[in-house]
């Protein structure tokens, strides 16, 4: 149902230095948008691995990990498959016009946050 790790979501003190760090260990800049205010999208300048998508913490946000997302091909399926499955806290799928994505949360036993992601192209 759910394979391979499409990103993770880190908020952190200073999205820009650590946008340095992830340079510095041999990522690469994707792509830069307005989601959160300000976010960078980093992966691996060679081989596989996830990719990173982190923005400065905000407000009562603490830095750590958001979220982890998994991409899948087909989120209307995925997505009914939890709620079948009893899955905590199911939001979506619905659109995310500044990622270009479709996306639906939910949440393990502890109540930490998983997505799984669908491109809209």
Not at 56 to 62: I, L, N, Q, Y
């Amino acid at each position: 149902m759910i394979g391979e790790i499409d990103h993770i979501e880190l908020e952190v003190s200073d999205a820009s230095e650590t946008a340095e760090f992830l340079e510095k260990i041999g990522y690469e800049q994707h792509r830069q948008t307005e989601h959160h205010g300000e976010s960078y999208e980093y992966v691996p300048s060679e081989g596989d691995g996830p990719l990173f998508e982190i923005h400065t913490v905000s407000g009562e946000e603490t830095p750590g990990i958001n979220h982890i997302a998994f991409a899948v091909d087909d989120i209307e399926a995925v997505s009914q498959r939890l709620e079948e499955a009893d899955v905590d806290s199911i939001v979506g799928p619905y659109d995310v016009d500044k990622t270009g994505r479709t996306i639906t949360n939910f949440r393990d036993p502890d109540g930490h946050r998983f997505q799984v992601v669908s491109d809209d192209d």
